[in-house]
């Protein structure tokens, strides 16, 4: 998977087809992922002991991986994503990170 928690993504295909978000879980499993203010899902709430009022609840929901796409935070645009080596503090000198193929911009540190 090419991104993980805490990326900026942007929705390529669905009802939020556009919005952007940070990515607040990510389900290996099942290549989903959670984003922050996309896919709401409103619960509707008896009241309980944790919940006095009870009510309606809104929730992000799960959208899968091949709907989103990272954002650049080099150049602010949606993007593939590659890996390389670079030379770094592993212990044989090299490390894998991922770049921006539109920018050529490392992503991570």
């Known amino acids: 998977m090419k991104v993980k928690k805490g990326d900026q993504v942007e929705i390529i295909a669905?009802?939020?087809?556009?919005?952007?978000?940070e990515i607040l879980s990510v389900d290996r499993e099942k290549?989903?992922?959670?984003?922050?203010g996309?896919?709401?899902?409103?619960?509707?709430m008896r009241p309980s002991q944790?919940?006095?009022?009870?009510?309606?609840?809104e929730n992000e929901g799960p959208i899968h991986v091949?709907?989103?796409?990272?954002v650049c935070p080099g150049c602010d645009e949606k993007s593939r994503i590659g890996?390389?080596?670079?030379?770094?503090s592993a212990e044989?000198?090299?490390?894998?990170?991922r770049y921006c193929k539109k920018c050529d911009e490392i992503i991570d540190n």
């Not at 669905?14 to 978000?21: A, E, P, Q, V």
């Open 66 to 70: 091949s709907n989103v796409m990272l």
């Open 50 to 57: 944790e919940m006095q009022q009870g009510g309606i609840i």
């Open 38 to 44: 996309a896919n709401i899902i409103y619960r509707h």
């Open 83 to 88: 890996y390389r080596f670079i030379s770094g």
């Open 14 to 21: 669905g009802k939020d087809k556009g919005k952007r978000g």
């Open 31 to 36: 290549d989903r992922v959670i984003v922050e």
């Open 92 to 97: 044989d000198g090299r490390e894998k990170v």
